[in-house]
């Protein structure tokens, strides 16, 4: 029988103490069905990215552990960063990979949202496919204002917690829980310091600004490259790929006078929308992701049968 693949993006709100990102990272290494692939921090958006695949009890036993770390190293108190953010355990996605349906990621959420907070007294709030309140569906929306601001309104009624007392931990504030498709985090690198740039053109590209219907964006400071950045959210990588968001960058970004440094993509990414763009840049007639050498090889093995 198939085992049930799920992956899991956790986000904490540390990225400049290594002692403390080593503790959270260590609690997902060498777990049974629990697969470490990805880990990323950044100081200058005090954050912590980690991309974990495997068996949905595995890993949430994994989040329990590193939850209770987040607890005690990080005091959203003093906690400042580029990044958005509501707490020291910021936001928990989980996304269906392999014999396991939305739905049931949607009821993995919700429980997992009720033990996390009987085990760490973090009041939670569901997102995306999870979503109790579709006014909540955005994350966004969930953080406006941030950890500063939802202190302040967490008792009026449309902030209020899916789980919990109106109440932020003292400490560690709030968690997002949720269920949604693959998301590609993907940030453009400029070459000014000029942080309205940045702003701008993350407006103009994202959804609510009237640019690309599956992406969302928000323009920071990187102060240690002494740039700005386009921090971009992918939410649909086959209708909104990577290149054609790029070049729409790029081409905004020129109406400034500025130019694209680099690019990241933060975290694991689908091989199709890299793929994807190498095409479109290489300009590849008739190309055929099934003549991806590694990839026509684990779809045979995946036709041979599952271990």
């Not at 770390?69 to 906690?79: L, N, P, Q, Y």
């Not at 479109?280 to 992701?289: K, L, N, P, S, V």
Request: aromatic share 8%; hydrophobic share 40%; net charge neutral.
């Amino acid at each position: 029988m198939s085992r049930k693949l799920i992956e899991c993006v956790p986000n904490f709100s540390e990225g400049r103490r290594p002692e403390v990102i080593d503790a959270i990272v260590g609690c997902f290494r060498n777990k049974k069905g629990c697969y470490l692939f990805d880990d990323r921090a950044d100081r200058d958006h005090n954050r912590l990215v980690v991309s974990l695949v495997g068996e949905p009890d595995p890993i949430q036993d994994a989040l329990i552990e590193a939850a209770k770390v987040a607890v005690r190293h990080i005091d959203m108190e003093k906690h400042r960063g580029g990044h958005p953010r509501i707490g020291a355990v910021d936001v928990i996605p989980f996304t269906p990979i392999k014999t396991i349906t939305m739905a049931e990621c949607v009821d993995l959420a919700h429980a997992f949202g009720s033990r996390f907070h009987a085990e760490t007294g973090i009041p939670v709030y569901y997102y995306e496919e999870a979503a109790r309140n579709p006014e909540r569906k955005k994350l966004e929306v969930i953080r406006k204002g941030q950890y500063e601001v939802l202190k302040i309104e967490i008792n009026r009624p449309e902030r209020r917690p899916d789980v919990g007392r109106p109440a932020l931990h003292p400490s560690a504030g709030a968690t997002v829980i949720g269920a949604r498709p693959f998301l590609v985090a993907f940030n453009v690198n400029l070459n000014t310091s000029d942080l309205k740039v940045a702003k701008a053109i993350a407006h103009a590209a994202r959804a609510s600004g009237g640019g690309f219907s599956h992406v969302k964006g928000i323009g920071l400071p990187l102060a240690g490259r002494g740039m700005v950045q386009v921090s971009l959210n992918i939410v649909d990588y086959e209708k909104n790929p990577l290149y054609r968001v790029q070049e729409f960058v790029r081409m905004e970004a020129r109406r400034w006078g500025v130019e694209i440094v680099d690019t990241e993509v933060y975290g694991m990414v689908p091989a199709e929308a890299l793929l994807s763009s190498a095409e479109y840049y290489m300009q590849i007639a008739g190309f055929d992701t099934r003549q991806v050498i590694e990839l026509r090889l684990l779809e045979m093995t995946g036709e041979n049968g599952d271990s």
